[in-house]
């Protein structure tokens, strides 16, 4: 039957129109995400870890994850600084290194400051690999192809995280420490790929342009004086705060409605499946479109599917619904924004860019536990999912807004200065 599918001209025409005129160094750069999604089995189970295998309290896995994401939070600025200023490829092997590392470290270190501390930089060094990432596609994909490289990229990303999640419950049962060690492991695997396969693409300013100036135009100031950019960013947070109830709140507020485990766990893994089976026909679908109305359409399901779990009570069915919407949300968000980001950013600011909008997933995961906690234990659940399709509202509100007012939502090229990729032309200066 595969061979029968595989002959079918419209299959190979399919084929080819979804994966086909995307350069090799960008299929290096998606194996290397699918092995290292493949093997990141420490932050799904960090809270149970330490609540069930060292015995520490909730309060205190809670507080290891916040250190977790204020590592993010560092690192989408500094390593977006640093993955325009040394270089794309340098600051994605030494995140790699550094995340390789310390996962490692963090399997054998005992005491809740040592583990805070090196939870501290397992966030720090995990995160810095998100904005070389994001500009290495941006450089090597044409801009008519992004949407759907990134769309590809995140496939990979959902894929190696519903494999692992399920592999590292099993895993577990030998002991957790072998889930940080292979954890570490697939990590150090993608750092030797990226440093073998992957050239440096940040592009050097062309003879005849000052690369002071050109530097001098992308500095990370100017990012955060660039306002629909930075309006682009707030909405951002509005989402990934909604978006965070999904790995917490949601849990609690299943759990207290009579949701088994097994239930619960077939449920979010709805989220994995579906992305995993319509991110690329649905990415297809978006080749085209408006993306304002994309961008609309996403926060709209993404707020109003957490809003359905107000009427879930005890139905899984319901609340599997709930996440079935939101998941589109998801899918179609997530992609467009970044191919929308990488046409913002001048050229020689992709990292900076890339960083400051990294940033917002960072404060979310700080903020956003926390937030539908609170409004959870003193509201109740069906003011927090009712608050979640009011946030889903604004945000697409503002994406109206500002789509009217500077158009920053539509495709428009980004500020370009004339460069040549790092490699090319022996006149280009070095350390541009």
């Known amino acids: 039957m595969l061979v029968a ?77 640093l993955t325009d200023r040394i270089g794309r490829r340098p600051t994605l092997v030494a995140a790699q290194l550094g995340t390789a590392a310390s996962t490692a470290v963090l399997g054998f270190v005992d005491g809740q400051t040592a583990i805070a501390v090196v939870a501290f930089l397992v966030g720090l060094c995990n995160n810095a690999t998100r904005p070389p990432t994001s500009a290495i596609i941006a450089d090597l994909v044409p801009a008519e192809d992004r949407v759907r490289a990134y769309s590809l990229n995140y496939w990979a990303i959902n894929i190696g995280f519903g494999l692992s999640a399920a592999a590292a419950g099993l895993i577990a049962t030998h002991g957790y420490l072998t889930l940080f060690l292979l954890d570490a492991l697939t990590t150090l695997v993608c750092a030797v790929v990226i440093f073998i396969r992957i050239p440096e693409t940040r592009p050097q300013v062309t003879p005849g342009r000052d690369a002071a100036e050109a530097e001098e135009g992308t500095s990370l100031l100017t990012v955060l004086r660039d306002g629909p950019f930075m309006a682009l960013v707030g909405l951002t947070l509005l989402v990934a705060l909604v978006f965070q109830q999904g790995s917490t709140t949601l849990a609690v507020d299943m759990g207290a409605s009579g949701i088994t485990s097994t239930e619960y766990g077939l449920v979010i893994g709805l989220n994995g499946l579906l992305i995993v089976v319509l991110q690329i026909p649905l990415t297809r679908w978006l080749e085209g479109r408006s993306r304002t109305a994309m961008l609309i359409t996403s926060c709209l399901l993404t707020g109003w599917g957490f809003g359905l779990a107000a009427l879930a009570g005890s139905s899984a069915w319901l609340f599997a619904l709930s996440v079935a919407v939101w998941t589109v949300g998801e899918i179609l968000h997530t992609p467009v924004m970044m191919g929308l980001v990488s046409e913002l950013a001048p050229t020689h600011g992709r990292g900076r860019y890339q960083g400051v909008y990294s940033l917002s997933w960072s404060l979310a995961s700080l903020l956003g536990p926390a937030g539908g906690g609170l409004l959870l234990q003193y509201a109740g659940p069906a003011v927090l999912w009712s608050v979640c399709g009011a946030i889903g509202t604004a945000a697409a509100l503002g994406y109206v807004v500002l789509a009217r007012r500077t158009g920053a939502t539509e495709r428009r090229p980004a500020a370009v200065v004339e460069v040549a990729p790092a490699g090319e032309g022996e006149k280009a200066p070095a350390g541009a």
């Open 5 to 81: 599918l595989a002959a079918n001209p419209r299959i190979r025409r399919l084929v080819r129109e979804t994966v086909g005129g995307l350069p090799r160094q960008f299929w290096w750069l998606w194996v290397s995400t699918l092995v290292n999604r493949l093997g990141s089995f420490v932050v799904t189970f960090l809270a149970l870890y330490l609540t069930a295998e060292r015995g520490y309290s909730a309060s205190y896995a809670g507080l290891v994850a916040s250190l977790f994401g204020a590592g993010s939070a560092v690192a989408a600025v500094g390593a977006g600084v």
